[in-house]
């Protein structure tokens, strides 16, 4: 069982910048699948960014150019940088790891509250 804990969510105002960590109680190989998930008040969850293999990387068209995902193993741990934050931004995110040929190995955080103010 891997565990994986979010932090990093706040309060801010737009224009701002944050960073989100996601830590995982196990080891992130170097071609497991890394993600980050938001769900705001009222709307389905979405994919903000994902990458894969280390090296294939894919974003929402809201966050594009915005938003940055990455992994530090030597830490165990995915990021997901935001800049240039909005309003409509406010959700909950939420860390997912998945493993190349493994479809049960599929772990999600707890979640962690952004909040972007006007």
């Known amino acids: 069982q891997v565990r994986l804990v979010e932090s990093g969510g706040e309060l801010v105002q737009a224009g701002g910048s944050l960073r989100l960590s996601c830590a995982a109680s196990?080891?992130?190989?170097?071609?497991?699948?890394m993600a980050w998930h938001r769900q705001a008040p009222g709307k389905q969850r979405e994919l903000v960014a994902q990458?894969?293999?280390?090296?294939?990387?894919t974003y929402s068209d809201s966050v594009k150019g915005r938003f940055t995902i990455s992994g530090d193993h030597a830490k165990n741990t995915v990021y997901l940088q935001m800049s240039s934050l909005k309003p409509e931004d406010t959700a909950v995110y939420y860390c997912?790891?998945?493993?190349?040929?493994?479809?049960?190995?599929?772990?999600w955080g707890q979640g962690t509250q952004v909040t972007v103010s006007s």
């Open positions: 196990e080891t992130i190989l170097s071609s497991d699948i």
């Open positions: 990458m894969s293999s280390g090296a294939i990387v």
């Open positions: 997912n790891v998945g493993r190349l040929r493994r479809p049960a190995y599929n772990y």
